[in-house]
């Protein structure tokens, strides 16, 4: 069981490059999410998943994309990436993620930390 | 907007005395809170939940109280450990929409 799976680890861009950071997990979670972590200002949604096929923004959702085409994956893309995207990215599942299921207790990957040149 | 207010200056304690950590809010009702720990380098990891009907709650040496009059909640971890050493992050939810809303994060350092 390796729980939520996040890869690449580290990533460095140039700014208008884009990537995707890919999150797996195999815990069969509803419910998956990203959030970006900066210093000073803690941990802030991105986008999130309440199942396959369906998505929703978060509180910083400009300048990422994502797409839920099945329960494992969770795929965040930087389209054309700038410097304000430097931050370490965590992707986080749980069991409970869907509005009046219970409460929502996360699952986190390890992170992958990009910066943009 | 809502608030969530963690001490940002570290927490030195002497191993084996009583980490007392706060976390406070503004402008939000939640439901429940939950705690997780963070070690550098690593994500998150979920320690405890506590709703908003609870008064107390407690794993191993770790104790959340949760007080919705104050808009409070308190982590306490006894008898610490170097082991206990990292960041603690306190996290809000509410049933309705169910996005977490977390604090900036304490930092403890458990002095051996």
């Known amino acids: 069981n390796a729980g939520v799976t996040q890869t690449p680890k580290f990533q460095v861009l140039k700014t208008g490059q884009s990537m995707t950071l890919q999150c797996a997990q195999d815990?069969?979670?509803?419910?998956m999410s990203w959030y970006r972590q900066d210093p000073g200002m803690g941990l802030r949604l991105i986008h999130y998943?309440?199942?396959?096929?369906?998505?929703d923004q978060g509180e910083v959702p400009n300048g990422y994309n994502v797409s839920r085409s099945t329960t494992e994956d969770f795929p965040l893309r930087l389209l054309s990436a700038a410097p304000s995207q430097t931050s370490v990215y965590f992707c986080?599942?749980?069991?409970?993620?869907?509005?009046?299921?219970?409460?929502?207790?996360?699952?986190f990957g390890a992170g992958s930390r990009l910066t943009v040149l | 907007s809502q608030k969530i207010e963690q001490n940002s200056e570290a927490l030195n304690i002497q191993e084996g005395k009583t980490a007392t950590l706060t976390c406070n809010y503004t402008?939000?009702?939640?439901?429940?809170l939950q705690w997780y720990r963070q070690d550098p380098g690593r994500g998150p990891v979920f320690l405890l939940l506590?709703?908003?009907?609870?008064k107390e709650k407690r794993k191993e040496r770790l104790k959340v109280t949760f007080d919705t009059t104050l808009k409070q909640s308190l982590f306490h971890i006894t008898a610490s450990q170097p082991a206990d050493s990292a960041t603690y992050l306190c996290?809000?939810?509410?049933?309705?929409?169910?996005?977490?809303?977390f604090g900036k994060g304490n930092q403890v350092v458990v002095i051996p």
């Open positions: 986080a599942s749980s069991v409970g993620g869907r509005p009046n299921s219970g409460a929502n207790v996360l699952t």
């Open positions: 815990m069969n979670h509803e419910y």
């Open positions: 998943s309440v199942g396959a096929g369906i998505t």
């Open positions: 402008n939000y009702s939640p439901a429940y």
């Open positions: 506590i709703r908003e009907n609870e």
């Open positions: 996290a809000l939810g509410s049933y309705g929409n169910n996005r977490l809303a």
